[in-house]
């Protein structure tokens, strides 16, 4: 059975989510929340939150055992870009975006 958890316009590059993301799929949850824990990458934070909000999804919803639980897959997808401006000389402008991104982790439950 999947548990899944998602969490939408996360106000962070997908790339740099990403980057943290590979680093924890495919792993127990255990051993993937205390690599959370030790990163020091920007993207781990909220890949730390959500991975518990799904394993308190697996625990009270779908009355699943902490110690069989893995991370079978990790997508990070780009959300909603904001355009923004900066001002420069002679009355230029110069565009830059803050980039957001979905993150959706799905556990399973090892029998």
């Not at 001002?87 to 399973?108: A, D």
Request: glycine share 2%; hydrophobic share 40%.
């Amino acid at each position: 059975m999947e548990i899944v958890a998602r969490s939408n316009s996360v106000r962070i590059s997908p790339r740099k989510v990403m980057l943290v993301a590979e680093t924890v799929k495919n792993k127990r949850v255990e051993d993937a929340l205390t690599m959370l824990m030790l990163i020091r990458k920007r993207g781990a934070k909220p890949l730390y939150k959500l991975l518990k909000s799904a394993v308190a999804n697996a625990i009270h919803n779908a009355k699943k055992n902490k110690d069989r639980l893995s991370i079978k897959s990790i997508y990070v997808t780009p959300g909603p870009v904001l355009k923004r401006f900066r001002p420069s000389t002679r009355g230029r402008m110069h565009p830059y975006k803050k980039r957001s991104s979905h993150i959706r982790i799905v556990l399973e439950a090892k029998e």
